[in-house]
């Protein structure tokens, strides 16, 4: 089938997937058509979309979260594949809504599906590269949110031929994003025991500084003591959004549900409009002190526990 790829937009890191792809001229299907000839943006892709189109929404389901509002709302026939926990915003109106939250990842959702397909949907290792890098980044590299599945999914990716030096080089950062990330967590604070909030003020409100707010509490949690990481990015425009993390021990998603936003249950976020850090910050502070003594009086409640 004619397929494309809607794209929110052409950030570093798009950049940096297309040269690598280019220097180790990967072909990434069987025709030989690379995967960056078909990624679109939404203005692109809208044209294209007829009331036979299938449009498949993958690791998100809220509206406010698609790379093309336009596109979605287009397209009359809709899947939905994710593996964050339902929210109430969900995209309604779908031919087939797969939501796993118990799966580490989207990307393990997706190998599991092709299993169901003929022998004729074979993997490329170019394919088979980015859902095991998909992975990788969700699990923090198989550290938190791991079953048997998914290193089942992880198996059958390196055998199809995934490259994990291919993934690490895609994974690295340059010395300048290094230093700006060190500068965040050295500033960091600890308000109350298992919780470290770093706060980044003045920032532009584009793709590198949620990356570096999501690289910062995915660091504070590997700090000793803590088991939750937030990092709060301050925009010029006067929006804010929290990265969270946890280590396992606390539902950060729940946490960010009640600030309007949402994630999985040791990764989410949210994004407010004309909000400081200090309007947000005792809020964020009760919220985990919370959860953190329902994780230590109800150790078997699942729901609170990740």
């Given at each position: 089938k004619e397929t494309y790829i809607v794209s929110s937009e052409h950030n570093a890191y798009y950049k940096r997937i297309t040269e690598v792809l280019d220097n180790e001229n990967i072909i990434l299907s069987a025709n030989e058509t690379k995967y960056?000839?078909?990624m679109l943006s939404g203005a692109d892709a809208l044209p294209l979309v007829t009331n036979k189109s299938l449009l498949v929404i993958v690791d998100h389901h809220r509206e406010?979260?698609?790379a093309s509002k336009a596109v979605l709302q287009a397209a009359k026939n809709r899947i939905i594949i994710d593996h964050h926990r339902r929210a109430e915003?969900?995209?309604g109106d779908t031919t087939l809504l797969y939501l796993e939250p118990s799966s580490s990842s989207t990307s393990e959702l997706v190998t599991e599906l092709i299993g169901y397909f003929d022998d004729r949907l074979d993997i490329t290792p170019a394919e088979a590269t980015a859902l095991y890098a998909g992975i990788v980044l969700d699990t923090k590299n198989f550290n938190v949110q791991t079953g048997e599945r998914t290193f089942e999914a992880a198996a059958l990716l390196r055998r199809c031929g995934a490259n994990p030096n291919l993934i690490?080089?895609?994974f690295k950062d340059d010395l300048s994003f290094v230093q700006q990330k060190a500068k965040l967590i050295a500033g960091a604070k600890m308000p109350i025991p298992g919780l470290s909030v770093a706060v980044m003020r003045n920032a532009d409100n584009d793709t590198m500084s949620s990356v570096l707010a999501a690289q910062t509490a995915d660091t504070l949690i590997t700090i000793e003591s803590v088991a939750v990481g937030m990092a709060i990015v301050e925009y010029k425009d006067g929006s804010l959004s929290i990265s969270a993390r946890s280590d396992g021990s606390v539902n950060v998603q729940v946490i960010m549900e009640e600030l309007g936003g949402g994630g999985h249950q040791t990764v989410a976020g949210v994004q407010l409009a004309n909000k400081r850090a200090r309007d947000v910050e005792a809020q964020i502070i009760a919220l985990t002190k919370k959860?953190?003594?329902?994780?230590?009086t109800d150790e078997s409640n699942s729901f609170t526990r990740c």
């Open positions: 960056i000839d078909i406010v979260l698609s915003d969900i995209i690490r080089q895609l959860q953190l003594e329902e994780c230590r």
